[in-house]
Structures are given as structure tokens and as C-alpha cells.
């Protein structure tokens, strides 16, 4: 970058070096932003966009790209509205600064919850617009016409009377000297040249991913840094009751060996000294507080309670009234294992800790929480804690903790040496599968009955771990004890049902659990369609048909069930070649999703899924070839996770590490995906989770129609 860029930068604009800031203000207690009464908020010294003399336009990307495409998504929506060549368009994370950068949703900088996209379409365009406008009103200024005769196109303004053009890093520094209007004109959709097509082409982070030039926290080096493994208590709970470091200090590379929160942290100079010393650690542990139960007696204890009411999460009409006065009445039990996250990239982070400030570099989900926990462990100011965020390989939620136990962590090891020594913390993939932040082991009781063709009572009890209850979010996501993300899709139906109940029982565990990709969607999905359509065969309804009849309120989610049904020309369950199809929708992160499975069932009883149709309402598809790619990733996670995954814990102990027996999906059996994106003018919701949850109800409910029992436990191929 010149010294002539428009450079819409936060230090810069404020040292009037020639550069502009464009954005909007954010509140800075963490409550949600409010728009002033007239008008957008006013401008302030947020950087969102950034302008070269060489043409080139930087996007400043508030969240992390892990994969899931706001990286290029953002920059599409500032990109549409500046006007820009597409080509000459890059992004960049931006700092952890939450006053800056803060999630619009959710009140901090933090990815999560699908809502990139949702949060920043308006922040982003409105960027744009302004940076347009600038360099418009300098050019005009300098050419000596009005601003409106300026035309501008892929990056090159334009005055046709005068026939003089330009792109836009002459002006940059011109631009960045004229003051900022309060209000821009946003583009009718109607103009759009590069939201809801796939003219942007390329993914801004593939190129760089494809060649290795990406740089992810284990790419992290520096002179004289040390890596970091920690010894951790085998049993969730567990804590260090002595240690002796003696044969771990004998390994060559070994230089140090220290007591930090959560075990015992072994310093090497590179990761096979640092994996070797750690073996060679002598750790006894207090089990006391520890987690000693297996899977099959936590899952015999939750169906167990299930017999019983919880407290109620929604209520409508009379349940057990309804259930009890007669007709077909059906029961069924649903058991959802702990699920690890399993990120291609397990946790890691570096770190310098100078006795004064902090930078530290890792992908961190969520910064203002990552940022505050760094600074109180070391004792000094948020604002001396800097931290990039880089790419990460995956997340599906584990780089998102309220306590932040790894920035914690990676604070800890660093203020255990002396000052100015870098090091990298690095979680080994067994320390990850092992380390718990599950999707939590949860189980739903179902009860229902069928009267006169129709659906005349849905009871749904639902017991596991809350995540939320004892978090930071405990006041704001649990108040009363009620964790809606435990039976968010469950006690919200899509389906219109007078007498209703879904209440919960809350589990209490030493085992760390948390968000899991589409979090409560994950299981109350399953559990509500699989539900749902085992109760409309015995209405004796065609399962699209009879889901339809009671979608008069939920006319979205009937549209995108329309749409699958046409994309895969439903005529029914049944099927030829030994296949049948099953469906399922779902509503997650306020976007619709149906799908429909097309399933045979092999020589050794499991299922084979063929084909997979999806159609999805997100509302404004920013980039639909994202949106495609989001449907398929999700499809695969969900499909690898429904027929194989599971941690399940013996005597407190995960019997399970590595790839090798926490199985994924395979290459060969991934399905032919087939999406369909529902046209739609409501404002973009997300798209990174809501591909998971019909999935695996779908698959179900295609083995029920082959003759199969749906499978009530998951996976469905249990060993």
C-alpha cells in the first residue's frame, strides 16, 4: 500500500495520513446495535474497507474464516455497493477491537450462530456505498462535474461527456480528505451485479489454500520459540494431585516443565521433544470430583428420567389430555451420543507475552472473549491484548467457548516463562477427541397420537446437559433454568399441533459439553421429523402431503418443502432397485432447509444414501455457489456423523481417539447432492449449520420406508 491509498483504516484516518475510515458504530456494552431514529448511525472510526493506489480493494472481515465463506462473502457485499473489479478485491481479518468489530447479533466479535452474512449485510453495504461515494465526489471534484454524472463500473469511474475515466487509486488520497456522509443510498436488488450471482466466481481464501501460501496457527514459527503440550487429567474433572517432571527433563529439546490450570505443560524446542517429554511425565491424579460413569449408565439414567415431566419449555392446549382420549397412540425414544467437533486443525495458538502487552496469533471464534481472558490472566488492559485471527482448519463450534479455557491456557504457558519467550500451545488430535466441549449425550421421549387421520397430541420430554446453564450466557440464555438450545426446533414446531407439550430435564456432568454444529438442531431435528412422519404413516398420510396440511404457518418452510419435493419429483416414499426416499425439514438460524434421501440398505443390514435433493431459504442469497457448497459440506458432516461417530466414555474415560475409531464420512460414500436455493427478497440468514439437521431424519425415515426400523440411537452403524 502507497502513501496515496485510500486507506479505510482505523490508526490511519485517525492521524489524517491520508487514508479514510468507513463503518458504523457499535454499542460498546455488548447489547445489540441500535439504529438511530432517523437514519443510519452515524460514521465512526471502524475500518471496514481499504482502497490502493494500485486499484486494489481490501475488505476487513470482522469474522473467521474457517471455511464456511465470509471472507468472500463480506467482501461481495461492500464489493456490490463500492462498485468494484471483483478481480482486484482481496480481505483481510480484521483485529479483536469488540468496539470495532462486534457481531450486530450477538453483541461481541464473535462467529457463531450462522450469522456472518445476517449481521453484517446492511454494515457491509453501507461500507461500500460510502467509499464509492467518496472517490465519486473527488473525482467530480477534480474533473469538474457533478458527482451524478460519474458512472461506475467494475472499478473504473467513468464521465462519458467529458470522456475521462479512471480507476480508483488516483483519488484515494483525494477522497480521503472530504468528509464522510452520515447517509448513502443502498442499491435497489434489482441492480445488483454481483449478490445472488455467482459473477464474483472464485472464493477470496482458495487460492491461497490450495497453493499453501494460507498460514494457519500451526504454520506459526518464530526465533527461539518453544512448543507447548499440556498433560491433561484423563477423566473430565480430574485434577493434578502431584507430579514428578525428573525423565521428562532428560529428553533432548525439553527445556522446561510447569503446573498451569488445566495439568502440567511441557516446553520443547519443536513438537516431537515436546510429545516425547510429555510421555515421560509421571502424573498421579485426583479423581474425586472426576466423572467415573459410563455412556450406558448416563443413557440408562436420562431415558429413565424422561418418564417424567421436566420443566417446560412450551405448552399449548393439553398434551396428555389430547394423548389419552383415544386413537392411535405412539411412543418412541431418541439417544444422540457425545460428539466431538474433530476440526481438520485441533486447537493451537501462539503467543508473546513481553511482561507488558500480548499478541498473540490463533483462530480465535470469538475474540472479545478470547481477548478479555488473556488480559486477566496476565493482568493488564484488553486493549494490550492484540490478536490476529487466522485461518483455522474447521471449528464447527469448538474455537467458540464461553470460557475461553484455551486462550486461558495459552496465557497460563506463556506467563510460566520468562518474559519475551514465544510459544505454541498445540492440542495433538487425541487431545482434542479426548478433551471434551462435546456435543452433549442427550435423549428425547416422544409421545403422540393419531384420531381421525389427524395428529391430535405431540408430548416431547427431552433430558442432557445444558451448556449454557453455568456459562457467562447463563442470565441472558437460561434464565430460570429454561436453555432454549436445548429444545430449539422442539418446542417451536413447524407444524401446526393445538395440544402440545416439550418440557426438559437438565443433566449435570464433570464432561465439558458444548455448541456442536447447528447446536440443538442437531438432535431436536432428528427427533421431531423422524417423530413426525412415524406418526403421519400411521395417519396413513404421504409424508410430503401430510407435512404440508399443517404448514399454514410456516410458509417458508412449506415453500422450500415444495421445492425438494419438485426438484426430486416425490411421488411417494417407495421406490425401484431397492431404494426408498425419506424427508425431512428443518428451521435453524431462522433459514428453512428440506431434504430428501434416497437410501438402499446393503448385504450387511446398513444404509447406502445414493442421493441427497436440498432446497434451502436463506433469504437474499449473497453467493449462491457458497450456499451450495455450505448444503454439501453439511450434508457430508452430517451423514459421516448420523451412520459412525460417537466418544463414548467408559468408566469416565473416552474409549476413542483418532480418526482411525472416531470414523468420518468417506470419499466414496458421499452422495450425489443435488440443491435447489429458494428465491426469496427476506434479508440473508445463515447458511453455515442449517444444511446439518434434515439430513439424518431423512435417511430414517427412508429405512422405515424400506421396512426398517427407524434407528432410535445413534449412529445408525453401531459396532
Not at 468489530?101 to 453501507?126: E, P, V, W
Request: one cysteine or more.
Amino acid at each position: 500500500m502507497g502513501s496515496h491509498d485510500l486507506r479505510l483504516s482505523r490508526r490511519d484516518a485517525l492521524k489524517g495520513a491520508g487514508a479514510l475510515v468507513i463503518g458504523l458504530s457499535l454499542p460498546i456494552a455488548g447489547a445489540k446495535a441500535q439504529q438511530a431514529p432517523k437514519g443510519p448511525p452515524p460514521i465512526h472510526p471502524n475500518a471496514f474497507v481499504r482502497i490502493g493506489a494500485d486499484d486494489s480493494v481490501t475488505v476487513i472481515v470482522k469474522h473467521i474464516e474457517f471455511g464456511q465463506g465470509p471472507y468472500t462473502g463480506l467482501a461481495t457485499l461492500a464489493a456490490e455497493e463500492l462498485d468494484a473489479d471483483w478481480s482486484k478485491v482481496r480481505a483481510e481479518s480484521a483485529p479483536a477491537n469488540a468496539k470495532l468489530y462486534a457481531n450486530l447479533q450477538l453483541g461481541a466479535q464473535l462467529t457463531g450462530g450462522s450469522s456472518a452474512i445476517a449481521n453484517s449485510y446492511d454494515q457491509m453495504r453501507r461500507a461500500g456505498a460510502m467509499a464509492r461515494a467518496l472517490l465519486v465526489e473527488a473525482a467530480a471534484t477534480e474533473w469538474k462535474v457533478p458527482p451524478a454524472e460519474i458512472d461506475v463500473k467494475k472499478g473504473v469511474m467513468s464521465h462519458a461527456a467529458s470522456g475521462r475515466s479512471s480507476g480508483f487509486g488516483p483519488f484515494a488520497a483525494a477522497a480521503a480528505k472530504l468528509p464522510m456522509p452520515r447517509q448513502v443510498k443502498l442499491k435497489d436488488p434489482s441492480a445488483f451485479t454481483l449478490i445472488g450471482t455467482d459473477q464474483a466466481g472464485r472464493k477470496l481464501d482458495s487460492a491461497d489454500k490450495v497453493t499453501g501460501r494460507a498460514k494457519f496457527t500451526i504454520d506459526q514459527n518464530a526465533p527461539d520459540m518453544l512448543t507447548v503440550l499440556v498433560a491433561r487429567s484423563p477423566r473430565f474433572g480430574g485434577s493434578v494431585k502431584s507430579f514428578d517432571a525428573a525423565e521428562a527433563l532428560k529428553i533432548k529439546g525439553v527445556v522446561a516443565v510447569k503446573q498451569v490450570s488445566s495439568g502440567i505443560a511441557v516446553y520443547a524446542r519443536g513438537m516431537w521433544p515436546a510429545i516425547k517429554g510429555r510421555k515421560a511425565l509421571r502424573v498421579e491424579w485426583d479423581d474425586s470430583a472426576a466423572e467415573m460413569r459410563g455412556s450406558e449408565d448416563m443413557i440408562a439414567a436420562y431415558l429413565e428420567q424422561t418418564r417424567k415431566p421436566g420443566a417446560v419449555h412450551r405448552k399449548a392446549g393439553n398434551a396428555d389430555a389430547a394423548i389419552a382420549a383415544g386413537g392411535t397412540v405412539i411412543e418412541a425414544d431418541y439417544v444422540f451420543p457425545y460428539l466431538a467437533h474433530a476440526p481438520m486443525e485441533p486447537l493451537d495458538g501462539f503467543i508473546i507475552w513481553d511482561g507488558t502487552t500480548a499478541r498473540a496469533r490463533f483462530g480465535s471464534q470469538g475474540q472479545t472473549f478470547d481477548q478479555g481472558a488473556i488480559a486477566k490472566v496476565l493482568g493488564i488492559a484488553t486493549d494490550k491484548v492484540d490478536i490476529e485471527t487466522l485461518y483455522a482448519g474447521g471449528s464447527f463450534g469448538r474455537r467458540a467457548t464461553p470460557t475461553s479455557h484455551l486462550a486461558v491456557e495459552l496465557a497460563e504457558v506463556a506467563r510460566a516463562m520468562p518474559p519475551g519467550t514465544p510459544v505454541k500451545l498445540v492440542w495433538t488430535r487425541e487431545d482434542d477427541i479426548h478433551g471434551g466441549y462435546y456435543r452433549p449425550l442427550i435423549v428425547h421421549r416422544l409421545r403422540g397420537a393419531v384420531k381421525d387421520g389427524k395428529i391430535s397430541g405431540w408430548s416431547n420430554t427431552i433430558m442432557g446437559q445444558s451448556f449454557m446453564i453455568g456459562s457467562p450466557f447463563e442470565a441472558m440464555a437460561a434464565p430460570n433454568g429454561i436453555d432454549a438450545s436445548m429444545s430449539e426446533g422442539a418446542s417451536q414446531l413447524l407444524y401446526e399441533i393445538a395440544d402440545f407439550q416439550c418440557d426438559a430435564h437438565v443433566a449435570k456432568s464433570p464432561v465439558p459439553t458444548l455448541w456442536w454444529r447447528s447446536v440443538g438442531h442437531t438432535h431436536t431435528g432428528y427427533a421431531v421429523e423422524c417423530f413426525v412422519d412415524q406418526l403421519l404413516i400411521a395417519a396413513g398420510k404421504d409424508p410430503v402431503a401430510g407435512r404440508l396440511a399443517m404448514m399454514g404457518k410456516s410458509p417458508r418452510a412449506a415453500a422450500v418443502l415444495k421445492a425438494v419435493a419438485e426438484l426430486a419429483r416425490w411421488k411417494g416414499p417407495g421406490g425401484a432397485n431397492g431404494r426408498a426416499r425419506g424427508v425431512a425439514v428443518v428451521e435453524s438460524f431462522n433459514s428453512f432447509v428440506a431434504q430428501i434421501a434416497e437410501v438402499s440398505i446393503d448385504d450387511n443390514g446398513q444404509p447406502k444414501v445414493h442421493k441427497v435433493w436440498a432446497a434451502v431459504d436463506c433469504g437474499v442469497a449473497v453467493n449462491p455457489d457458497v450456499i451450495r457448497a455450505q448444503l454439501e459440506g453439511g450434508i457430508g458432516y452430517a451423514l459421516g456423523h448420523a451412520l459412525y461417530a460417537e466418544v463414548p466414555l467408559a468408566e469416565g474415560l473416552p474409549t476413542v481417539s483418532n480418526f482411525n475409531d472416531y470414523r468420518s464420512l468417506r470419499i466414496n460414500e458421499m452422495p450425489e447432492i443435488e440443491v435447489a436455493i429458494v428465491k426469496s427478497a427476506e434479508p440473508p440468514t445463515g447458511i453455515g449449520e442449517p444444511g446439518v439437521p434434515p439430513l439424518a431424519p431423512a435417511v430414517a425415515n427412508a429405512m422405515a420406508a424400506l421396512g426398517h426400523k427407524r434407528p432410535s440411537r445413534l449412529p445408525m452403524v453401531r459396532a
